[in-house]
Structures are given as structure tokens and as C-alpha cells.
């Protein structure tokens, strides 16, 4: 199927190029999306730098501010669907997520419509965080499940496989989720539609450059955002958003 991996790009200057770089190296057949939220550090000039060298494999999507992960993911998955793309990657372009792991997920996704890249899954495989960080990530994956009964291992990753078919039906266009809550709420959608979703193992590795983007606002988000999630979802009731 055509496949095309999105990479939201926020003050990534140091990180796009070798990310690109390595994704078209490994995976012939599959072009890339970056979605820039006007870097200051300069990444979306990076970007198109690489994009026109590359043979129209690699596209930019400019927007004019930083408005989120969510919004980010949104647009490049709106861009992606009207691009006739039939798989979307999603996945963070600063070597958090492996890039030699995306053929993994994608081979799963030939008999499911959402693949989710775990960090949980039989063990622990995250490399180089804290104790604090890990066990805030764990108890938000728990907390998760306890409020939506959400029986995935890993609640908040961002590393996922989708078919366009699933994304149109889980009706991304009203969610406003900003961070992390943006991963909870699309597998939400996707379990409650009753998609096909499976897990793959995956290794989570610090970044070895930049900044991270993670902050008390985008986590109060969570914590609120998911009882919101469930608390406006009831019965059997098709599920149409916060």
C-alpha cells in the first residue's frame, strides 16, 4: 500500500535531516511527511532543503504556529489522506522511535487498522530515563486504563500505524486534544469504533538532542482530558469527541 511516515517538527533542526536520511535509506517504497509548526531554530528551511533533494519522496507542511502535537498530527494526517496515501506512520522524528522499527509496524498493520508501538509489552524497553520519568509514564498508562478501560500497554506512545480508512472513521477533525491526550483519545476513538488494533514491542530511546517538548500543561491535559474522555462517552453510543 502507499505509505507515507509523518513527522511533526517543532525546534528539530539538529535532528530532521539524519531522521529523513535514515528513513529513506531503510524503506525504499515510503515517502515522508514533515509537519513544521514554524520552528524558530529553522527546521522547516532544513526541511525543504531535504525534501528538494530527495526526489519527491519527502513533502513539507508549513503551519504558521505551534499549536500542539494534536493539531500537528491532524493536519499531516488530513495532508496525507488527500495525498492518496493508504498508511500513515506516525512517529517522532528525534530517534526517540526507532526508525528501523517502522517495518514492524507495518507489517503488522496487513491484518489490523491500527498498530501501536509499545514500550510495555512483556517488560520494560525504554533506554536512558529516569526512575521519576518512567514511573509517571507507567502510572499513566495505568490510570488510563482504570478510567476508559482501555486494555492497551501503552497508553500515551506516539509511535502507531493506521490505515486511512481508520483515521477517517475515528473523525480526527473534532479533537483538540494538544499532547499526549491526543494519543490517548485516537486509540479511544479507534476501540470504541471497533478497529482492529494490535500491539508491537518497541524500544523507546531518550533524545540524544534538542529539547523536549513535555510540559506540566500538556500533562494536566491528560489527566483531566481522560476523564472527559469517558465521562462523554456512554453506553453503546457512537463516540463523536470532546
Not at 105 to 133: E, P, Q, S
Not at 143 to 163: E, I, N
Request: net charge positive; with cysteine; glycine share 10%.
Amino acid at each position: 500500500m502507499k505509505t507515507v511516515i509523518v513527522l511533526p517538527t517543532y525546534n528539530e533542526r539538529e535532528n530532521v535531516q539524519r531522521m529523513v536520511t535514515t528513513l529513506l535509506g531503510i524503506y525504499p517504497s515510503v515517502d515522508i511527511l514533515i509537519v513544521d509548526d514554524n520552528s524558530p531554530d529553522g527546521t522547516g528551511e532544513v526541511a525543504d532543503d531535504v525534501a528538494a533533494n530527495c526526489g519527491g519522496r519527502v513533502h513539507v507542511l508549513h503551519r504558521e504556529r505551534k499549536e500542539g502535537l494534536g493539531r500537528a498530527y491532524v493536519d499531516g494526517f488530513r495532508r496525507s489522506i488527500e495525498m492518496g496515501y493508504e498508511t500513515i506512520v506516525q512517529m517522532d522524528a528525534d530517534f526517540s522511535h526507532d526508525p528501523a522499527q517502522v517495518g514492524d509496524l507495518l507489517a503488522k498493520l496487513t491484518d489490523a487498522d491500527v498498530v501501536l508501538g509499545t514500550r510495555y509489552l512483556g517488560g520494560i524497553r525504554v533506554i536512558n530515563w529516569g526512575l521519576r520519568r518512567l514511573m509517571l509514564s507507567i502510572f499513566a498508562t495505568k490510570y488510563v486504563q482504570l478510567v476508559t478501560g482501555l486494555p492497551y500497554t501503552d497508553a500515551t506512545g506516539g509511535f502507531k500505524a493506521w490505515r486511512a480508512s481508520a483515521l477517517k472513521r475515528i473523525e480526527l477533525e473534532s479533537t483538540r486534544a494538544l499532547g499526549y491526550l491526543f494519543q490517548i483519545e485516537t486509540t479511544y476513538r479507534a476501540h470504541r469504533q471497533g478497529l482492529r488494533i494490535v500491539e508491537v514491542p518497541i524500544v523507546f530511546y531518550e533524545r540524544r538532542s534538542g529539547a523536549s517538548k513535555m510540559d506540566w500543561r500538556i500533562i494536566g491535559e491528560a489527566i483531566f482530558g481522560v476523564v472527559l474522555l469517558r465521562f462523554r462517552s456512554t453506553g453503546g453510543q457512537r463516540y463523536t469527541g470532546i
